[in-house]
């Protein structure tokens, strides 16, 4: 049903106020007026009302139209009010649309500021955090001086010396590819650049084009980063520099460590070759001792063991593949691949200019490397990829300089870890558990963590000998004494006894003996010779000759082939194995003589066939080049040593003590660091350790429990080659000598000194009732001479009972007042209540006159034989300093010369027991005093220091003689004896 029809303004349908109404001048209302008025004339609603128009109401019954005209048109005006429905609808969701649209856009725009400015700031975020992460990092893995830039304050301080093995250092800074500095408070160029290097990896540098300067400028930068992060002398650089570039020149510093910081440059194949073999060694014995304790590398290895057995080395190589042959390549390849976790790493300079030698391929070099390729301005890193690295500037070279010179100093100053001995010593329960039967073992020091162990067997195998070398103060004494007090420790003096010899200054071995307030000493040293004594050194040697024979025989007759088997066999017998150890060796062989040669002998024979009677032999040395006379028996003796131990010393040394091509020792750094070897030096069989370190009052305290161990023993033979013999050991020499005497024999010995040989059975003079038994001191040396008269006074004072002898002392060279030394030889004389005479000065030839007449007069009473009375006891003449003694051959106040009445004491004084024993200054005063007639009737001789043809015209043109300090020659003539080289006692201390 059609709703009640309305007239509105503008006419239309219900609901006109609608989107119909809106549209009436739209393209609908010009659509009818065209129809109504093709001119255009507007009509107005009173034409309209009229009917003259088509478009009438057709409520209209006036309308003249027919009813289907007037349905059409009914039927149009719905159409068109749908049709403007429609219309109005789209318009409004147009505008609708559109306006969301613009709500959107807007919204969208607030969206995207905000979602911008929010990536902005993750990024923003995300860089800073990286930026930190890499800080953070490079702090851990690259400390201070692995990644500073040059002008940080802390380059002037030592603060940063030492901090670590550089295991990654700074080549310069990042240059991250969208990354805009404007975003950051940091540019990213200062983010730095790490590439890997000691224990990690080894480095390449190869310049594009023309630019060849920062890969040297590159190398300063990686050496100096490197020497200054590792502690002072644990990192090493050995350079190749074939063209001579002098490119390590600015670290010239290093060289005064004189510990190999920075070796000579290498210059041709064949030194390079020579080097990198010695590296590789280096590598394996790594290898090896990584395996054994289970670590990757060489960092781990010396935080686990607390020892760096080997250096951090940077091999430097510059202009590869320039001078490199195909042997060295092959050597350079291998330690490229193993080297940098066993502490070798690489700094390799390639110059793709070079024309590579036949076999040479730089190409399978380079990718064991990390390489660095580019120029100055901007160099890619295959270790950082998707990024360029602009290098840093050199280091100045003033900073190159002084962190050298810094590093040189911490390395002089530095040395090996210390190493205690005393855990390497047995619990004071275990003290002398173990038995020498098959051999001894020295536990000496450290190798990472196993025991360095010295062992010295005779067979099974057969390890008999010990070569040490060593340059000075290096710690070749701390050496000696960490053996023999771990052997000491170990065995007790029934199962080792040592012979011990020094041949050095040092004196090292003094403190084993006793000492004043110090009665204990090592209970297993049987001698002990001191200062360098060549003659005591043979003397020794003889008697370890004997000793060695006398064993062999006694072996042989028991039916066994060597100690172990004849302690097998006679298990309650004790028979210790014998050490000789020598300090210095090469000085008791060195000249050309008699002693040297004889020494040769026997130590070839102790080295070669010692081991089966239990004889071992320790030689050390400072230096075995140039000793001519080992020359030709160097390979009989020394290839009789398996063990070889060397401290750091020259590689000639080095060669010379471990063997040919063995030159190990001269790539040592530290104090107390060896190489020890048990395969004759083999370079394949080396191994790298640290000798314990002995502290003096330790030591002291054990040589002390072990001397109370073993019962508080008597001393050794102790033999100081620059000192007088103990006269604190007067008492024990005269009581073996009297000890020795045949039973009931009333000779009288005058004790002259020690004498120089293993025994210590002093040396003496016997006076008797029978012709020759005077004694003529001959020779210069004040203090020698008034030491044996002293020893001739004090040793007859205390043969006779109290009061029972006379001494006479005739004093030429203290002038009318006498010397003081004569005075303490007329003290020691009173001291047993005897009568004391002194002539001094101008008396002496009134004295030597009436000792005539008293001989005159008892052989004219009956001499020897006459009864004994006051007047006869023994009468002991010391005549000292004769040669001084005035107008001698002239006649006396009595009408007597002196002289003559000297000859009537040396002719007929010893039948009458008036006795002389006088020095002389030369053989040739001494030859005018007594005359050549009766010179024979002297029956003994002590020659101090005197020409060599002096002796021989009294002992033989043959005898071979040399002078020296505190050192005699005595001989008794009158009983055949042989010459025995002699030490002088001192002279006996006042109030004796």
């Not at 084993?512 to 000493?521: D, K, S, T, V």
């Not at 001698?527 to 006694?554: H, S």
């Not at 004790?574 to 040297?596: G, K, M, N, S, Y």
Request: proline share 7%; charged share 25%; aromatic share 6%.
């Amino acid at each position: 049903m059609m709703p009640p029809r309305t007239n509105q303004p503008g006419g239309g349908q219900a609901g006109g106020s609608g989107p119909g109404t809106r549209r009436a001048g739209g393209r609908w209302s010009r659509a009818r007026r065209d129809k109504a008025d093709p001119q255009g004339t507007p009509r107005s609603d009173n034409h309209r009302s009229a009917g003259t128009s088509p478009l009438s109401d057709p409520e209209d019954t006036t309308d003249p139209l027919p009813a289907e005209e007037r349905q059409i048109r009914t039927t149009f005006l719905r159409l068109r009010g749908t049709a403007d429905a429609l219309l109005a609808a789209a318009d409004a969701g147009r505008s609708a649309a559109t306006g969301a649209y613009e709500i959107a856009e807007r919204d969208a725009a607030r969206r995207t500021h905000r979602a911008v400015q929010k990536a902005e700031a993750d990024a923003d975020n995300a860089y800073e955090e990286a930026r930190d992460t890499l800080a953070n990092r490079v702090g851990r893995i690259a400390p201070f001086a692995a990644s500073a830039d040059w002008d940080a304050p802390g380059w002037r301080s030592d603060d940063w010396l030492g901090t670590g093995p550089a295991r990654y250092v700074r080549i310069g800074s990042l240059s991250v590819p969208g990354a805009d500095p404007r975003q950051s408070g940091a540019h990213p160029d200062q983010l730095p650049a790490l590439v890997p290097l000691l224990d990690v990896g080894s480095l390449g540098l190869i310049a594009e084009g023309d630019d060849k300067d920062w890969p040297i400028r590159t190398m300063h930068s990686v050496l100096l980063r490197a020497l200054a992060a590792a502690p002072p002398g644990r990192l090493e650089i050995v350079t190749y520099d074939p063209r001579i570039r002098g490119v390590t020149s600015p670290f010239a510093a290093l060289r005064k460590a004189g510990n190999d910081l920075l070796a000579d440059p290498l210059a041709t194949p064949n030194e390079l070759l020579a080097r990198l073999t010695l590296l590789r060694a280096a590598v394996m014995r790594v290898a090896e001792l990584a395996g054994a304790h289970g670590v990757p590398d060489l960092a781990t290895l010396t935080e686990v063991t607390g020892v760096q057995p080997e250096p951090y080395r940077l091999v430097v190589v510059c202009d590869y593949p320039y001078g490199v042959d195909s042997r060295a390549q092959t050597e350079l390849i291998r330690l490229a691949e193993g080297g940098p976790h066993r502490g070798v790493s690489l700094l390799v300079h390639h110059d793709p200019r070079v024309v590579p030698d036949d076999g040479v391929n730089p190409a399978e070099l380079l990718r064991h490397l990390n390489v660095a390729r580019g120029r100055n301005s901007a160099i890619t890193v295959n270790a950082l990829p998707a990024v360029t690295v602009r290098p840093d500037q050199p280091p100045p070279r003033e900073l190159i300089e002084r962190v050298s010179a810094r590093v040189a100093e911490g390395a002089r100053r530095g040395a090996a870890p210390v190493v205690e001995f005393e855990p390497l010593l047995p619990e004071p329960d275990k003290l002398w558990t173990e038995d020498a039967i098959r051999g001894m073992t020295a536990k000496i020091g450290r190798a990472g963590l196993d025991t360095v162990e010295l062992e010295l067997r005779g067979s099974d195998p057969s390890l008999p000998n010990v070569l040490i070398g060593g340059a000075s103060g290096q710690g070749k004494s701390n050496l000696l004494l960490v053996l023999l007090h771990s052997i000491a420790a170990s065995y007790s003096p029934d199962e080792v006894a040592m012979f011990l010899l020094d041949f050095k200054d040092g004196l090292e071995f003094d403190r084993l003996g006793p000492r004043p307030g110090r009665p204990w000493h090592l209970p297993h040293a049987r001698v002990l010779g001191l200062e360098g004594d060549r003659a005591f050194g043979l003397a020794v040697l003889r008697y370890l000759d004997g000793e060695f024979r006398r064993r062999a025989e006694q072996f042989r007759l028991a039916g066994a082939n060597d100690l172990a088997g004849y302690r097998t066999l006679r298990p309650n017998e004790t028979v210790p194995r014998l050490l000789l150890v020598i300090d210095e060796f090469q000085v008791l062989v060195a000249e050309d003589d008699d002693i040297a040669r004889a020494s040769i002998v026997i130590l070839e024979t102790l080295a070669r066939r010692g081991r089966a009677v239990g004889v071992h032999l320790v030689l050390a040395s400072q230096t075995l080049s140039g000793i001519e006379t080992l020359v030709t028996k160097e390979r009989s003796i020394f290839g009789q040593f398996p063990w070889r131990v060397s401290l750091k010393t020259e590689a000639s040394e080095s060669e010379a003590v471990l063997g040919r091509q063995n030159t190990e020792a001269a790539q040592l750094r530290f104090r107390g660091e060896i190489v020890f070897n048990r395969e004759y030096g083999d370079p394949a069989h080396n191994r790298r350790g640290v000798v314990a370190y002995a502290d003096e009052q330790r030591l002291d305290a054990l040589r002390r429990t072990l001397w109370e161990k073993a019962g508080r023993p008597a001393a050794p033979r102790v033999f100081y080659a620059a000192r007088p013999s103990d006269p604190n050991l007067l008492t024990a020499a005269l009581q073996r000598v009297l000890t020795d005497a045949p039973p009931g024999d009333d000779t009288k010995f005058a004790l002259l000194g020690l004498p120089v040989d293993v025994d210590p059975a002093p040396v003496a003079f016997g006076l008797t009732a029978d012709p020759g038994r005077t004694l003529a001191v001959v020779g210069d040396g004040r203090d020698d001479a008034f030491g044996t008269l002293g020893a001739v006074v004090w040793s007859l004072a205390a043969q006779h009972v109290r009061g029972g002898a006379e001494f006479v002392l005739l004093d030429a060279v203290g002038g009318d007042a006498g010397s003081p030394e004569t005075a303490l030889l007329a003290e020691a004389a009173g001291a047993y209540d005897h009568g004391v005479t002194r002539y001094t000065g101008g008396a002496v030839g009134g004295g030597l006159s009436e000792l005539a007449r008293i001989v005159d007069e008892r052989i004219a009473s009956g001499g020897k034989h006459a009864d004994l009375t006051a007047e006869r006891r023994p009468i002991y003449v010391l005549g000292i300093g004769l040669h001084r003694a005035a107008r001698l051959d002239h006649y006396d106040d009595t009408g007597t010369v002196p002289t003559d009445a000297l000859r009537t004491l040396v002719r007929e004084g010893p039948l009458v027991d008036v006795h002389l024993i006088g020095w002389w200054n030369s053989l040739r005063v001494f030859s005018e005093h007594v005359g050549y007639e009766y010179a024979p009737l002297v029956g003994g001789y002590v020659f101090l220091r005197v020409p060599e043809a002096d002796v021989q015209g009294v002992l033989g043109p043959y005898l071979r003689y040399q002078a020296q300090l505190h050192r005699g020659l005595f001989c008794d003539l009158s009983h055949g004896g042989r010459p025995v080289p002699v030490v002088p006692f001192g002279l006996p201390e006042r109030g004796r």
